[in-house]
């Protein structure tokens, strides 16, 4: 497969979820509209550090760990849509509760913000899912580094921070609109869901398997 090609094939796929209204994003819709765009872009960071990671670890040999033994792939996913699962319960009893204005459950804290990103992108490995059909185009036959998956991983971090932008630039526009009525729990409870759904999806997805 020729560079070109590969692009062709990997560029819509990464587009489609990075810019997918997963939890993340809605992470960063919110975190603009009740804080900043600054804040939200630094939130965003907790993401890019998760999602680094686990492209640093494909490029480094769990790749073709995965590709060796599905199973321990299989078993992580399913953990991790458990664990989301319970993150959007915990999410969602919050909002409920919370009568909060702009200036949110947490209050503006910084490293909440970039908590909240890292902890579900680590559970919700969109990267994972992005380059797992590509391992066996991007990992040499014996060699478990891959420079190929970490070239790739580095493609999805910048369109993954593209997202971001927008999705905080939206934030910021519907502002205003947010903090009439009830628009901050309903923004809220939007994120709760997603990650719920999140897990939910990962779930199905094994079962799929």
Avoid: C
């Amino acid at each position: 497969m020729t560079h070109v090609e590969f692009l062709s094939l990997f560029v819509p796929a990464s587009l489609a979820l990075n810019f997918y209204p997963g939890p993340n994003n809605v992470f960063a819709l919110s975190n603009a509209a009740r804080y900043d765009l600054p804040t939200a872009l630094r939130a965003s960071l907790g993401r890019q550090l998760a999602y680094g990671g686990l492209v640093a670890a494909l490029a480094l040999g769990v790749g073709a760990l995965v590709l060796a033994s599905p199973a321990i792939f299989v078993a992580l996913r399913i953990l991790a849509a458990l664990f989301l699962l319970w993150i959007g319960t915990r999410m969602l009893a919050r909002a409920r509760g919370s009568r909060m204005g702009r200036t949110g459950i947490s209050g503006g804290d910084g490293e909440h913000l970039f908590r909240d990103e890292f902890t579900v992108a680590f559970l919700n490995p969109k990267p994972v899912i992005v380059l797992l059909p590509f391992l066996p185009v991007l990992i040499a036959p014996g060699h478990a580094v891959s420079i190929g998956v970490l070239a790739a991983g580095l493609l999805f971090l910048a369109l993954e921070f593209a997202a971001a932008l927008a999705y905080g630039w939206a934030g910021r526009h519907l502002a205003g609109a947010l903090a009439a009525g009830s628009g901050w729990l309903w923004l809220d409870r939007a994120g709760a869901t997603s990650v719920i759904l999140a897990g939910l999806v990962l779930g199905a997805s094994v079962m799929n398997v």
